[in-house]
T-cell receptor, first 109, second 114 residues
């Protein structure tokens, strides 16, 4: 079973920040939080990952709560091209990677 | 760097046949993982190979097998195809280090079993 819980779908207006939540209450100390997205039957694309500190790259920001039981992926200025299924994954890479159902993000023009 | 490549991109087979799918990882990557994606079950982990050895295995029947070559290229084989094997098969490669290790996915092979 997936180690994460995500809302099945979310809407966001184009140009606004998209905040995608993820719960991972059973995360272990050596497990990282990864985010990937999949655009309509293409291969999933890596977005960002983190252990306990907040992270930012050119695509997004990742905010991890202090207790590490949840995190939020932030797309600062959503565009129509950000419409995709977003997957939050918790793993230490010694274990197999388990994808959940993800969140289907709709960007509204 | 070239990305992960998968061949063929599309494949049509009939029940009972067997199929072999190929994956070429990003240069320098030594880990290759395989996933099956269907509308009903989503993305499911099949197996992972590192340095020609299977590191992890998902919950799939023995009809699904794989291997990795010394150049890190990988193949997966499905024998005695069933209608339910129709899916998008995705390959991902990574350098693999314990802890943080990003996977890079190929475009997938879409298999249709008739």
């Amino acid at each position: 079973d997936a180690k994460t819980t995500q809302p099945p779908s979310m809407d966001c207006a184009e140009g606004r920040a998209a905040n995608l939540p993820c719960n991972h209450s059973t995360i272990s100390g050596n497990e990282y939080v990864y985010w990937y997205r999949q655009i309509h039957s293409q291969g999933p694309q890596y977005i960002i990952h983190g252990l306990k500190n907040n992270e930012t790259n050119e695509m997004a920001s990742l905010i991890i709560t202090e207790d590490r039981k949840s995190s939020t992926l932030i797309l600062p200025h959503a565009t129509l091209r950000d419409t995709a299924v977003y997957y939050c994954i918790v793993t230490n890479r010694d274990d197999k990677i388990i994808f959940g159902k993800g969140t289907r993000l709709h960007i509204l023009p | 760097k070239a990305g992960v490549t998968q061949t063929p991109r599309y494949l049509i087979k009939t029940r009972g046949q067997q199929v072999t799918l190929s994956c070429s990882p990003i240069s320098g990557h030594r880990s290759v993982s395989w996933y099956q994606q269907t509308p009903g079950q989503g993305l499911q982990f099949l197996f992972e190979y590192f340095s020609e050895t299977q590191r992890n295995k998902g919950n799939f029947p023995g009809r699904f097998s794989g291997r990795q070559f010394s150049n890190s290229r990988s193949e997966m084989n499905v024998s005695t195809l069933e209608l339910g094997d129709s899916a998008l098969y995705l390959c991902a490669s990574s350098f693999w280090t314990s802890g943080a290790d990003t996977q890079y996915f190929g475009p997938g092979t879409r298999l249709t079993v008739l």
